[in-house]
T-cell receptor, first 113, second 113 residues
Framework: DTGVSQNPRHKITKRGQNVTFRCDPISEHNRLYWYRQTLGQGPEFLTYFQNEAQLEKSRLLSDRFSAERPKGSFSTLEIQRTEQGDSAMYLC???????????FGQGTRLTVV | SQKIEQNSEALNIQEGKTATLTCNYTNYSPAYLQWYRQDPGRGPVFLLLIRENEKEKRKERLKVTFDTTLKQSLFHITASQPADSATYLCALDPQGGYNKLIFGAGTRLAVHP
């Protein structure tokens, strides 16, 4: 297992377009998280899945954002009608249980022009 | 309001010295606290987890302390090396539940030969 995989690594899109990112967690990890990170800041929590159930969404996740984790395996994060303020690094992480280390992917860097 | 604060200024030290990074938090009562390392353009990498009933934890050249009275964690790197240069993030789970992490903004460490 090579760890948490995120695709694409970079995405440049025009304002108003929709984008979708994919995260493949470590295979035995049932917990999956999405975070967003802007320059000079720490990652900010967006949403959490346990298996296929989305158990919490941050208020940062506006109705333009949607995340899924069908069958409790990979996850997708979609942003509709992108805005320049959505430009950030989107990080996915997975963990095996609570109070355990979170393994992060390399992130998808989104630039909205 | 709830806050996690880390030294916002970069820490510059000479190779071989001990680096000490600070994480202060307010209005949280975390059951545990984690430290991560992040290199530019990459996702965070887990280093250490310390629980509220642990005063100190060590791993090779790393040492973390956790003072729940002061609401502070200190992160030490002994015999620092240029390869230790990175941003170090502290994170806590405010709900003590499913490992949803709240991160500080990080402190950038530069170790000079």
């Amino acid at each position: 297992d090579t760890g948490v995989s995120q695709n694409p690594r970079h995405k440049i899109t025009k304002r108003g377009q929709n984008v979708t990112f994919r995260c493949d967690p470590i295979s035995e990890h049932n917990r999956l998280y999405w975070y967003r990170q802007t320059l000079g800041q720490g990652p900010e929590f967006l949403t959490y899945f346990q298996n296929e159930a989305q158990l919490e969404k941050s208020r940062l996740l506006s109705d333009r954002f949607s995340a899924e984790r069908p069958k409790g395996s990979f996850s997708t994060l979609e942003i509709q009608r992108t805005e320049q303020g959505d430009s950030a690094m989107y990080l996915c992480a997975s963990s095996l249980r609570r109070e355990a280390e979170a393994f992060f992917g390399q992130g998808t860097r989104l630039t909205v022009v | 309001s709830q806050k996690i604060e880390q030294n916002s200024e970069a820490l510059n030290i000479q190779e071989g010295k001990t680096a000490t990074l600070t994480c202060n938090y307010t209005n949280y009562s975390p059951a545990y606290l984690q430290w991560y390392r992040q290199d530019p353009g990459r996702g965070p990498v887990f280093l250490l987890l310390i629980r509220e009933n642990e005063k100190e934890k060590r791993k090779e050249r790393l040492k973390v302390t956790f003072d729940t009275t002061l609401k502070q964690s200190l992160f030490h790197i002994t015999a620092s090396q240029p390869a230790d240069s990175a941003t170090y993030l502290c994170a806590l789970d405010p709900q003590g539940g499913y490992n949803k992490l709240i991160f500080g903004a990080g402190t950038r460490l530069a170790v000079h030969p």
